[in-house]
Each structure stands twice: as structure tokens, then as C-alpha cells.
């Protein structure tokens, strides 16, 4: 699982906090702010807003900072869905 984004921001530090809760093994790819890379072809393909967090879970990638959350508890951790 990967997570782009740069730690700086707050919509990434949310997703980060319940990759954490949830003890999720993930890699954090940082893009944006002083890292750029949001204008590259390849990431306007996983997110054409070029805003970041974007997490990609094996063939998913899931963009915006509450679907991301809202998917991780629905995938890993249902119990915790309401």
C-alpha cells in the first residue's frame, strides 16, 4: 500500500493517523508542496484534481482524504463501520 502526499499536509496527516490506528503496513510516497511532482502524467492519472492524499491498495486508488478513510475502515477493519 502506498499513501502520496507530504507529511506537512493536514488531509495526509488525517489518513496517516488511521493507517496507524489501524496497524496498516504502508510506504509513504511524498509528493507536493517543495516535493512537487502533482502536474506528472502519471499522477493526474491516479487523481486528475492533482491534489494529494491518493492511496493505492494493490489495483485501487482512492483520492480525497475521506473516501481514503472511509474505505481503510470498510476494507480493514469493518467493526468499526457505523
Not at 493517523?17 to 517543495?34: A, F, H, P
Request: aromatic share 12%; hydrophobic share 40%; proline share 4%.
Amino acid at each position: 500500500m502506498e499513501l502520496f502526499g507530504r507529511i506537512t499536509s493536514f488531509n495526509v496527516q488525517k489518513v496517516l493517523w488511521l493507517l496507524e490506528e489501524l496497524g496498516i503496513n504502508y510506504e509513504l510516497v511524498e509528493l507536493g508542496g517543495r516535493f512537487g511532482g502533482l502536474d506528472t502524467e502519471n499522477f493526474q492519472q491516479l487523481n486528475p484534481m492533482k491534489k494529494v492524499p491518493v492511496l493505492i491498495d494493490g489495483e485501487r486508488h482512492i483520492w480525497e482524504s475521506h473516501t481514503i478513510m472511509r474505505y481503510l475502515i470498510a476494507e480493514y477493519s469493518p467493526q468499526l463501520w457505523c
